[in-house]
């Protein structure tokens, strides 16, 4: 089945403690993309990779780092992570171009940071 | 912002009425394209409609694109309670790689 992995679904975690959360795609998709989502604001990007090696950032990248080593993974690391990056994470993927595709969607990391 | 604006934040109908959500924008698009997200769950990819059409089908969908008022509307026909979630609309600049979604129409079916 086509679809996007990620991993874990829900975390809750502490102010400081380095956490990663995985994705995975296996579609052969170039474009990955991570969201966030938070009441009243939407999904906003946090940072988006073209294709292996290549990754630019979003709306809100700071305090987030990507890393894309192989086509079909695409993790999303907190280094620090605190309080108000607790909210719901998607990973989402797409053919490249993704304005001549629609994306496909993880399900979805709920994070909690205390 | 590029980013979509929704209208209206939350509709409640009785099933087997039709369902119209509008979305707006701001700058020009390359596509524009709507989601439907079940409550806690990640978004489903449901129409992408290009600049240049001005309608487009899909099943009970039917969405319409007006590129000079910088909007769109989704239509849902005899909705059913199983269309209760939220919808989405995101627009692709032309300039740019990055979609941008709207804050998204919160839709209940009554039963």
């Known amino acids: 089945e086509a679809q996007v992995t990620q991993n874990p679904r829900y975390l809750i975690t502490v102010t400081g403690k380095k956490l990663t959360v995985t994705c995975s795609q296996n579609?052969?998709?170039?474009?990955m993309s991570w969201y966030r989502q938070d009441p009243g604001l939407g999904l906003r990007q946090i940072y988006y990779?073209?294709?292996?090696?290549?990754?630019d950032k979003g709306d809100v990248p700071e305090g987030y780092k990507v890393s894309r080593k192989e086509k079909r993974n695409f993790p999303l690391i907190l280094e620090s992570p605190s309080p108000n990056q607790t909210s719901l994470y998607f990973c989402?993927?797409?053919?490249?171009?993704?304005?001549?595709?629609?994306?496909?969607f993880g399900s979805g990391t709920r994070l909690t940071v205390v | 912002s590029q980013q979509g604006e929704e209208d209206p934040q939350a509709l409640s109908i009785q099933e087997g009425e039709n369902a119209t959500m509008n979305c707006s924008y701001k700058?020009?698009?390359?596509?524009l394209q709507w989601y439907r997200q079940n409550s806690g769950r990640g978004l489903v990819h449901l129409i992408l409609?290009?600049?240049?059409?001005r309608e487009k089908h899909s099943g009970r969908l039917r969405v319409t694109l007006d590129t000079s008022k910088k909007s769109s509307s989704l239509l849902i026909t005899a909705s059913r309670a199983a269309d209760t979630a939220s919808y989405f609309c995101?627009?692709?600049?032309?300039?740019?790689?990055?979609?941008?979604f709207g804050t998204g129409t919160s839709l209940t079916v009554i039963p």
């Open positions: 700058t020009s698009i390359n596509n």
């Open positions: 579609m052969n998709h170039e474009y």
């Open positions: 990779s073209m294709n292996v090696e290549v990754t």
């Open positions: 995101a627009t692709v600049a032309l300039s740019g790689n990055q979609f941008y």
């Open positions: 409609i290009r600049s240049n059409e």
């Open positions: 989402a993927s797409s053919l490249y171009p993704p304005t001549a595709y629609g994306y496909t």
